[in-house]
């Protein structure tokens, strides 16, 4: 089979198909799927049955450095042996779902939020690519919303008016909005970080707002009036038509860009059904002088 690229309904987002992901080592094929992600921000890919290991390698295959400080690992043990495959579910390391009060979950009920992974570092996340290993028999879809087009609808005089501001990201910040409190030590652990609220994309020059619930405060701006410009600038970004909204499968493998898109996922009952997701996620670290190869659409 032959990679095709082709677009979905929606303002953002691809289907992939003619590929195998375990397998792809042809740099030709994975500089395609780079310049898909710069068009489409979203790559859904189905069928693809992926071991831990084999999701890790193709992650540093496709785009080098893995997150590992996550907020997860803060809290428990990873299961896995690796922190750079965040377990995405509600089951403990017995393979049990989770208490409805147990800590883990407590915090991660913080990912129905609007939020852009690993934003609270330095490094930030460039991509994240999570794996759908079982799929509970009701809906519990993730969305996503693209922001270069939430840039592109502003504006003048609100493009002016965000040019050059600078947002803290905290994790401790977003999840307190929820009722979640980090231990002192936790939050020496998860210190944040400090981005621009717009941004341009290196290799399309395109314009992206970079915001979502671990965004804090402005730096150097009051604080309520600061956090106003970030609750308009989230509520005009996540319009619907903004929004592509993802049905898992089992198997299915979906890769977005942090960059250029905020997501959540959509609630479900996590205290009756099993749900496990495998997550990685690239550092954005500076890209090197690769080609973009044109993709079918």
Known sequence: M???IQKLPSVLGAEVTGISLRTLTDPDTLAQLRAGMDEHAVLVFRDQPLENEEQLAFAERFDGTLHSKTSVAVLAKNRFGNEALTDISNVGADGQILPADHRLR???ISNRLWHTDASFENPPGRYSML???VVPPVRADTEFADMRAA???LDDATKAAIEGLQVFHSIAYSRQIMGFEFSEEEKQRLKGAVHPLARTLPRTGRRSLYLASHASHIVDMAV???RLILRD?????TQPQFIYRHEWRVHDFVIWDNR???HRARPFDDKKYRRELRRTTTLDLPLPATSTATVAA
């Open 2 to 4: 032959t990679l095709h």
């Open 106 to 108: 407590m915090s991660t």
């Open 131 to 133: 794996s759908a290993r």
């Open 151 to 153: 840039y592109d609808a």
């Open 224 to 226: 309520p009036e600061g």
């Open 233 to 237: 600038l989230s509520e005009h970004a």
């Open 260 to 262: 250029t898109t905020m």
